[in-house]
Nanobody, 124 residues
Framework: QVQLVESGGGLVQAGGSLRLSCAAS????????MAWFRQLPGKERDFVAA????????YYADSVKGRFTISRDNAKNTVFLQMNSLKPEDTAVYYC?????????????????WGQGTQVTVSS
């Protein structure tokens, strides 16, 4: 059974940093695109960042570009999201996602597996 488990969320002051981790199990994701999305209550799940299978190609939402970095350790079946210069508007539940293909996109429907989410709260 495929599982994605996020960790690293929490409460941080504006300007601070957090590093989210997503550990995958049940199959290897070294040939899969992986991504991070975030969601506020009652809102749609928004794209944050994605990494193609090799990790060399990454892309970001404009709102996080220059502040967030997605990376992956395929040997450990893990993807990370380093979040710096956090702002109150970054507050959300953050979800890890994996696709059954090597190149992902920015749409939530392009991903096949999801974690349970981790809360990130940025205080002003």
């Amino acid at each position: 059974q495929v599982q994605l488990v996020e960790s690293g969320g929490g409460l941080v002051q504006a300007g601070g940093s957090l590093r989210l981790s997503c550990a995958a199990s049940g199959r290897t994701f070294s040939s899969s695109a992986m991504a991070w999305f975030r969601q506020l209550p009652g809102k749609e799940r928004d794209f944050v960042a994605a990494s193609n299978w090799g990790g060399r190609s990454t892309y970001y939402a404009d709102s996080v570009k220059g502040r967030f970095t997605i990376s992956r350790d395929n040997a450990k079946n893990t993807v990370f999201l380093q979040m710096n210069s956090l702002k109150p508007e970054d507050t959300a539940v953050y979800y890890c996602a994996a696709a059954n293909r090597v190149i992902g996109g920015v749409g939530a429907t392009e991903y096949d597996y999801w974690g349970q989410g981790t809360q990130v709260t940025v205080s002003s």
